[in-house]
Nanobody, 126 residues
Framework: QVQLVESGGGSVQAGGSLRLSCAAS?????????MGWFRQAPGKQREGVAA???????TYADSVKGRFTISKDNAENTLYLQMNSLKTDDTAMYYC???????????????????WGKGTQVTVSS
């Protein structure tokens, strides 16, 4: 059974940092999958934040470039999102996603992924 379990969310003041983790298990192997982080704020659509393909190439939404860094540890089968200089606009539920066949042009699109975690809440206060 495929499982993606996010952790590391919490409450932080603007300007602070958080590091999210996504532990994959089952038939999801970070070595062979593209993986991404998405977020959804209340009343808004889920949006792609950052993604990393099987070769380790990363792509970011413009809103987080220079502040967020996506990485993965293939030995631990874990995806990370280091979030620095957090803003109140970053407040959302953050979701991990994975797919062994996600094409590069869909890495920041919901449709590129079959497998999803349940999310971890990030709240940034001013």
């Amino acid at each position: 059974q495929v499982q993606l379990v996010e952790s590391g969310g919490g409450s932080v003041q603007a300007g602070g940092s958080l590091r999210l983790s996504c532990a994959a298990s089952g038939y999801i192997y970070s070595t062979y999958c593209s993986m991404g982080w998405f977020r959804q704020a209340p009343g808004k659509q889920r949006e792609g934040v950052a993604a990393i393909d099987r070769d380790g190439s990363a792509t970011y939404a413009d809103s987080v470039k220079g502040r967020f860094t996506i990485s993965k540890d293939n030995a631990e089968n874990t995806l990370y999102l280091q979030m620095n200089s957090l803003k109140t606009d970053d407040t959302a539920m953050y979701y991990c996603a994975a797919d062994p066949r996600a094409p590069r042009w869909l890495l920041l699109q919901r449709g590129g992924y079959m497998y999803w975690g349940k999310g971890t809440q990030v709240t940034v206060s001013s």
